[in-house]
T-cell receptor, first 115, second 114 residues
């Protein structure tokens, strides 16, 4: 199993550009989520999904869009990149969002720089 | 409003000694707590967890203590090893919310010196 994979590893964007951060998992996990990590702020939840076709907002959803058409994939779209979105983005998955004792598995991250 | 706080950005200890990482929370609805470990250029990995019905959970060299009345938890690593050098995140979740919605602290950089 590859676990949780993320592409690209690193991306530079200009303000106003759009892009999609890819996330895939091969563990048949129902629950997937996106976090951003900023210095001194820990990880903050952007969006999450409890299954294919179901998504919801987290703590910091503005400027981001998600969809979940398959169990395996959970892409994160930046609609119009802003310098405030410069961050490291992590995708995570677990078996189910209802079992709160279940471990979340994180991908290696995508480092995004918006100029 | 930072609901989970790790007040020490960094901690340095000698190999073989005890490392104690601290975490405070404000939301009394949190009932499950986790510690994640993160190496540079990698994603966080789960280390140990504790439910609010317990006050201690042990796994090898790692022990987590929970003081609900003080809304405080700590991670003890004994003995500390150079390979333990990493950023440690405290996280919390609340029953009734989407179970895997974790609220993270800011992280503490642990450095274990040989």
């Amino acid at each position: 199993n590859a676990g949780v994979t993320q592409t690209p590893k690193f991306q530079v964007l200009k303000t106003g550009q759009s892009m999609t951060l890819q996330c895939a998992q091969d563990m048949n996990h129902e629950y997937m989520s996106w976090y951003r990590q900023d210095p001194g702020m820990g990880l903050r939840l952007i969006h999450y999904s409890v299954g294919a076709g179901i998504t919801d907002q987290g703590e910091v959803p503005n400027g981001y869009n998600v969809s979940r058409s398959t169990t395996e994939d959970f892409p994160l779209r930046l609609l119009s990149a802003a310098p405030s979105q410069t961050s490291v983005y992590f995708c995570a998955s677990s078996y189910s969002g209802s079992g709160y004792q279940e471990t979340q598995y994180f991908g290696p991250g995508t480092r995004l720089l918006v100029l | 409003d930072q609901q989970v706080k790790q007040n020490s950005p960094s901690l340095s200890v000698q190999e073989g000694r005890i490392s104690i990482l601290n975490c405070d929370y404000t939301n009394s609805m949190f009932d499950y707590f986790l510690w994640y470990k993160k190496y540079p250029a990698e994603g966080p990995t789960f280390l140990i967890s504790i439910s609010s019905i317990k006050d201690k959970n042990e796994d090898g060299r790692f022990t987590v203590f929970l003081n609900k009345s003080a809304k405080h938890l700590s991670l003890h690593i004994v003995p500390s090893q150079p390979g333990d050098s990493a950023v440690y995140f405290c996280a919390a979740s609340a029953w009734g919310t989407s179970g895997s919605r974790l609220t993270f602290g800011e992280g503490t950089q642990l450095t274990v010196n040989p």
